[in-house]
């Protein structure tokens, strides 16, 4: 069974930091990519930062380009978001999702949908 795991969010106030884990279970770094998702109030789910699980490389929307990093810790199997400057649109509900490497080029754009397992979700809120 995959299990995905999501910890670490929080309040924080702008211009804070924080990282999220995503701890996994059940599946194999090598075959997926790990992808984080937010989702804020009214708002449809949107990709954050993704990595790919064989040879580490990332994809990161503009809107956090320069602020999170992505990364993974193949002997914990966990994949962390450190999220540094945080604004107030930054508040959301954070997901970490899987999704088969097949290929790089096309799961690296793919959209929520083509993730085919899901944490539950960890809160950030970060206040003006």
């Known amino acids: 069974e995959v299990q995905l795991v999501e910890s670490g969010g929080g309040l924080v106030e702008s211009g804070g930091s924080l990282r999220l884990s995503c701890a996994t279970s059940g599946l194999s770094f090598d075959d997926y990519a790990i992808g984080w998702f937010r989702q804020a109030p009214g708002q449809v789910r949107e990709a954050v930062s993704r990595?790919?699980?064989?040879?580490?490389?990332?994809h990161s929307s503009d809107s956090v380009k320069g602020r999170f990093t992505i990364s993974i810790d193949n002997a914990k199997n966990t994949v962390y978001l450190q999220m540094n400057d945080l604004v107030p649109e930054d508040t959301a509900v954070y997901y970490c999702a899987a999704a088969e490497l097949v290929p790089w080029s096309v799961v690296a754009t793919a959209p929520p949908v083509d993730f085919i397992y899901w944490g539950q979700g960890t809160q950030v809120t970060v206040s003006s």
């Open positions: 990595i790919s699980g064989w040879d580490g490389r990332t």
